[in-house]
């Protein structure tokens, strides 16, 4: 596949196909894909770059991942991750509704199909964005980022709480770090999947014997101190 102009392709067999955006100039690609979403063809490029050392604003951060925020860090903010793919949910759920009765490969069905493939390219779309904008930002601005090693598999064997984790993405996020750390010269440090950071208060080091999901404030019966169960947690990763 060779760039013959700013939005021009060459593509074997099939020849020359136009591009709605415009290429750079001078990319020498190693790999490209052609894919398929929904009813639209994309076309990606895969090319070497060097590693960018940005500035650090924070030396070290803990993140702590969940399911009512997607990340709470030490340093006191919170992501809440993608809420509006919740209101794309109960639209996808209508036309999937409407789609069960169409006669099997009539115009309607067909529309229909396309318009649901549409709505689930739309949904992965802003859900794969804000987990890239999320990653750059610790990666760019945190010289060391904690994180937890989440058994994800094991966790979306609950029912009740699957959907919400794979809503969350956190392998996706986990493996975003990896490569998005190294690229702009930070460390990313993941912590075994037992150390009970939930558990543990970050002051005192005192354990509690068990934590239950429901409760969202964390309370010392030693030291006496009180605060949000995710930021605990994320203070609690940040001292590894």
């Not at 500035?55 to 803990?62: E, F, M, S």
């Amino acid at each position: 596949i060779k760039i013959i102009g700013e939005t021009q392709i060459q593509v074997p067999v099939i020849g020359i196909l136009k591009t709605y955006e415009s290429l750079p100039s001078g990319l020498k690609p190693k790999t490209v894909t052609i894919s398929r979403k929904a009813d639209r063809w994309f076309i990606s490029f895969k090319i070497e770059t060097d590693i960018e050392s940005t500035a650090k604003l924070v030396d070290i951060v803990g993140v702590d991942l969940g399911i009512l925020n997607l990340a709470v860090l030490s340093t006191g903010e919170v992501f809440c991750g993608a809420k509006k793919t919740r209101q794309l949910q109960k639209k996808l759920e209508r036309l999937q509704w409407r789609n069960r009765h169409k006669q099997l490969r009539s115009k309607n069905w067909s529309d229909s199909n396309i318009k649901i493939a549409r709505l689930h390219n739309q949904i992965a779309n802003i859900r794969t964005d804000y987990l890239h904008k999320l990653t750059t930002y610790l990666a760019k601005n945190h010289g060391n980022v904690v994180i937890e090693d989440l058994n994800v598999s094991g966790m979306l064997s609950n029912h009740k709480l699957a959907k919400a984790i794979s809503d969350g993405g956190f392998y996706e996020l986990k493996r975003q770090l990896e490569y998005k750390c190294q690229l702009y010269g930070s460390k990313l440090i993941v912590v075994d999947r037992w150390f009970p950071s939930s558990k543990t208060c970050n002051c005192c080091g005192d354990k509690k014997e068990s934590l239950s999901l429901n409760e969202r404030v964390f309370e010392c019966s030693k030291c006496g101190w009180i605060g949000d169960r995710d930021l605990n947690a994320a203070l609690n990763l940040e001292k590894i």
